[in-house]
């Protein structure tokens, strides 16, 4: 039996007690005097057992149990978790006793007080939905879940000393725009030491007397990485391994990468087969020199017209290059041809309105020449821009009409304006919309009811709606809890938990130059105005090896072409936080939905952008939900480096840490739901299959 002991009598003599058994032998939990004793009555004779300091928080549940022929006199917090004051083997026979609640004085008193009881034998495991008890679950789940955070290894950062290891050069492999510079580009100690100070001492104050140049851009919220977080891992639990050095072969050949997704920008993802074959292209170009003198890069070697300028996570490599989470529309045969009837119209449904896939973009390579690209010019644009000219809103739009993303160019533009979390909202409503069909034509005969009759099932932890029937909630559905409110909340609540995690890598920990910076010093030694501890590969590619037909001959100078005005942002390059955040958001929807759920009939877009066409190549058959959220994560982080604002081991690594982010959301999720058997279970980047259930993260082997 247990009981709630709200109150006991705190009067000198005032004796409150729980009792089981006779009045000659019995056991007891009794507060007198300051104390919790511990108490058996056998054969008339008293005998104190224990005793402890009473603690009204502590002891607030008392317990008598019996099991298995031993007696536990035992006190909780909560009436969930027990600790023994005192156990033995059964003092008396408590097989069929009375039981007795008890607040008397062993002398008169004229104002003893009040004894309060409250809940009786309540359920241990499922507590009675009173206010108060609920409000202690309550309390309990948070302390639970908090005790898991606090559990978690916080790792030490490290990143790779770059603004240590060039004392001659101070902080030219660092990330300095809006900060002051000299005369050409590199930082100025003073302006980057009073960054570095604001950040050592986190002081507020600190971080508004940085030295910028007058009217710079300011920085993007240096701070966000020192927010505490009330779920999941805290921003600073989490890191990633120190970026590659500014002298490195590995750099050097990302930045290789970068010139040629540059050069690559305007080709369309349905001719690189053709391209790549066509000798002389920049397609052909590209992929011999990321084969022979790029190999470090950090992409798949050998590089084809199949992976070029693609990520390296399951999934990513199979198909054409866009996502179809990116392109494809909702069918409905409710609605007429052309205005979101078929899938190849790519109008997402949300709700009773739409989102059309499609985009303005903007103009280039064909329209515009190499006035197409930014921040090609050293003097007029380049240092102008490091020291924090604000050159936004000066894109060129075509506006002629929307098109879906047909290349680098327009996957660029995509990244510009996004917040990230939309690509996922849309692919979670794409996918809860999707009825029943052929994933490519809606008809009243052989489609389902759209938003009613799912085409892709939900995750196997699904509680309600695990794929197949045979396990199905015969009187539920998931809403709130396993359904599209809580698919949406947690997409939203992970974002911004990844953004300050990976905030805290930017400016707390790596402080990395972005690849703008990096074409600057570039720049800078081939034009004999310094040098610097570049790799020679670099160098050697853009004045006599693959790159030299180009640079500096199209542009004027070796400066990595920027697609967007005012180049990269006020943040530095590593972690990426579209990577990041994408990431983290892939690895919620994979655990929400069914990922091996095939995808059917793909499109890609046609040359111009205007439409979608079935795509018949490599992979076709062999897509799925999985992959082409990994697919999208990897989109979304190499369009920021085809635009030029980051590295590609920015996406490797960041995609990684949103993903480490989003485990711990769902692990400390995992101890709030009510339903039985409830559990989160996915694919990681690693190709490695983990269950998450009750606060555990548990690696699966799947046998197929």
Excluded at 83 to 93: C, E
Excluded at 271 to 298: K, P
Excluded at 540 to 565: D, H, I, K, N, V
Aim: proline share 7%; net charge negative; hydrophobic share 35%.
């Amino acid at each position: 039996m247990k009981v709630e002991v709200l109150q006991p009598l705190t009067v000198p003599g005032g004796n409150t007690y729980l009792r089981a058994g006779h009045s000659n032998d019995n056991v007891r939990l009794m507060a007198t005097n300051g104390k919790l004793i511990c108490i058996q009555m056998v054969g008339g004779v008293t005998t104190n057992l224990a005793s402890v300091p009473y603690d009204a928080v502590k002891h607030r549940w008392w317990q008598l149990r019996e099991f298995g022929g031993t007696t536990y006199w035992e006190v909780s917090s909560d009436g969930e978790y027990w600790n023994t004051l005192f156990s033995k083997s059964n003092p008396v026979d408590l097989t069929l006793v009375p039981l007795y609640l008890r607040a008397l004085t062993n002398n008169p008193t004229p104002m003893p007080g009040v004894a309060l009881f409250g809940s009786f034998n309540a359920p241990a495991r499922k507590l009675p939905r009173r206010v108060e008890e609920r409000r202690l679950s309550a309390r309990a789940v948070r302390e639970q879940a908090a005790e898991l955070a606090a559990g978690r290894h916080h790792p030490a950062h490290a990143n790779n000393n770059d603004e240590v290891n060039y004392p001659d050069r101070p902080f030219i492999g660092s990330y300095s725009k809006a900060l002051r510079h000299d005369a050409l580009g590199d930082p100025e100690p003073i302006s980057y030491g009073s960054l570095l100070r604001a950040l050592e001492s986190r002081d507020p104050g600190d971080f508004e007397e940085i030295l910028q140049p007058p009217n710079a851009l300011k920085l993007t919220n240096p701070q966000a990485g020192l927010a505490f977080e009330l779920e999941g891992p805290d921003a600073q639990a989490v890191t990633q391994p120190p970026a590659p050095r500014f002298d490195s072969a590995h750099t050097a050949a990302e930045m290789g990468e970068l010139y040629w997704m540059a050069l690559a920008r305007d080709v369309p993802f349905i001719q690189y087969d053709t391209e790549a074959a066509t000798a002389g292209s920049v397609l052909a170009q590209a992929i011999n020199s990321l084969n022979n003198e790029f190999r470090t890069f950090g992409g798949t070697v050998p590089v084809t017209a199949q992976n070029l300028f693609r990520g390296i996570f399951p999934g990513e490599q199979v198909g054409p290059y866009v996502s179809q989470f990116l392109l494809k529309g909702n069918i409905d045969p409710r609605k007429p041809d052309g205005q979101g009837r078929d899938a190849n119209e790519g109008f997402i449904t949300y709700g009773s309105r739409v989102i059309d896939q499609r985009q303005w973009t903007v103009k280039g390579f064909p329209e515009l020449g190499a006035n197409a690209d930014y921040l090609t010019r050293f003097t007029e644009d380049w240092l102008p821009v490091q020291n924090g000219r604000d050159d936004r809103g000066k894109d060129q739009f075509d506006m002629t009409q929307r098109r879906f993303i047909r290349n680098l160019r327009d996957g660029a533009n995509y990244v510009h304006f996004d917040q990230v979390v939309d690509s996922w909202w849309n692919t979670a409503f794409y996918l809860v919309s999707e009825p029943l069909g052929n994933q490519s034509m809606g008809n009243s005969t052989g489609t389902g009811r759209p938003q009613v009759d799912k085409e892709f099932p939900c995750n196997v932890g699904n509680p309600y709606d695990p794929p197949g029937t045979a396990e199905d909630s015969r009187r539920q559905v998931g809403f709130a809890t396993f359904g599209p409110v809580h698919l949406l909340q947690a997409l939203i609540e992970v974002g911004g938990r990844a953004a300050r995690a990976v905030w805290w890598q930017k400016w707390g920990v790596h402080r990395r130059l972005r690849p703008e910076e990096y074409g600057g010093r570039v720049d800078n030694q081939l034009n004999s105005r310094r040098t610097y501890p570049l790799h020679t590969s670099i160098t050697t590619s853009l004045s006599t090896g693959g790159l030299a037909p180009y640079f500096p001959e199209r542009y004027g100078s070796y400066l990595l072409p920027q697609a967007y005005p005012e180049g990269c942002p006020t943040h530095p390059a590593y972690g990426a936080g579209h990577a990041t955040i994408s990431g983290a958001c892939a690895t919620l929807l994979k655990a929400f939905f069914h990922e091996a759920e095939p995808i059917q009939n793909p499109v890609v877009a046609s040359a111009d952008g205007t439409t979608l066409v079935a795509y018949a190549g490599s992979g076709a058959s062999q897509m799925t939900v999985g992959g082409e959220l990994n697919k999208l994560a990897g989109n979304i982080a190499l369009f920021r480096s085809a635009a030029g604002v980051h590295w590609r081991s920015d996406y490797t690594e960041s995609l990684l840490l949103g993903e480490a982010v989003a485990i711990g959301l769902l692990q400390e999720m995992s101890l709030t739901f009510n339903e039985d058997d409830a559990f989160f279970q996915f694919t990681r980047f690693d190709g490695i299959t983990v269950r998450i259930y009750s606060g555990i993260v548990e690696p699966l082997v799947i046998h197929t």
